[in-house]
């Protein structure tokens, strides 16, 4: 019996797909020190034999069964490494695709556990997996898995989210972080913290400090303009009935277009803002904490503390130059 599946579709992204076969290969190696059994892996496709992936790379597979059997592995699928919502949408019509969520659908519903990252969350969604969950998908792609998917909560601030049986990560190489997590849930702590170490693993909690909200919106040109209306006001920040009233709407109207754009509310946009400009100042100049938060319209360091630590999962001090 498996502990895990590692599901590859043609054109998966080179470093999720061997990210994944790297912790799971320590694993086994680091087994016997941490006193557990070592974890049992397949590689599988849709066809079996050699998958292209991304940059003309392959790597040879088994195939899925094509009847359902007793399968208590926890099928993951790394990030395909799609850049646009054209080339998502071409992806899950691809025959390849369909076998894969046909199959992913059959494993949940039999109750077994799926994971995926990156553009590997959209599979997930046409399986019907993330309807009346919480899922996370790279945070650029969060508007477009909110519209696909309306019976989920999108939470793109979280590197890794877990609800029930389903088990997603964000940008590509939140695969690392998704493996951990699935290997600590199999394996215990005492085997991911050692694997963490020999790899050299930092624990992520959040995409929060990667968030570069002009890309979050796509282009909007209302977010554009906010978010420069924002950066140009502070430390002395207008709120956002005052941001409504200079955009000639009303608060709920504006927080309707920039949920829209952005998966996000118009106050978590602002704080976006501030956030992104105290990191900054925090890595490029020789401010105390206490001036940035002055900088960027606190009133003390404590509330920027508290704020880094809930939003970012980090400390001022950690992005000291």
Known sequence: MHDFTVLVLPGAFNSSVAVTMDVLGAAEAMAARAGVAPPRWRLCSVHGGPVQLRAGMSLDTTRLPVRPRVDRSTWVVPGLGLNTPGEIRQCLESADAA?????????????????ASCSAVFLLNAAGLLQGRRATVSWWYAPLLARMAPGCTVDADRMVCSDGPVVTAGAAFAQTDLMLHLLRERCGSALTDLVSRMLLIDGRQAQSPFIVTEMLANGNELVTRLTARVESALPDLPSVSELAREFCMSQRTLSRHIEKATGKSTQAL???????????????????????AGAVGYQDATALRRLMKKVAGANPSRYRG
């Open 99 to 115: 076998k894969a969520i046909a199959g992913l659908a059959r494993h949940a519903k039999a109750g077994g556990q799926v994971a």
């Open 270 to 292: 602002v704080q976006g803002v501030r956030l992104r400009r105290a990191r900054a100042l925090l890595e490029t100049s020789r401010m105390t904490v206490e001036q940035v």
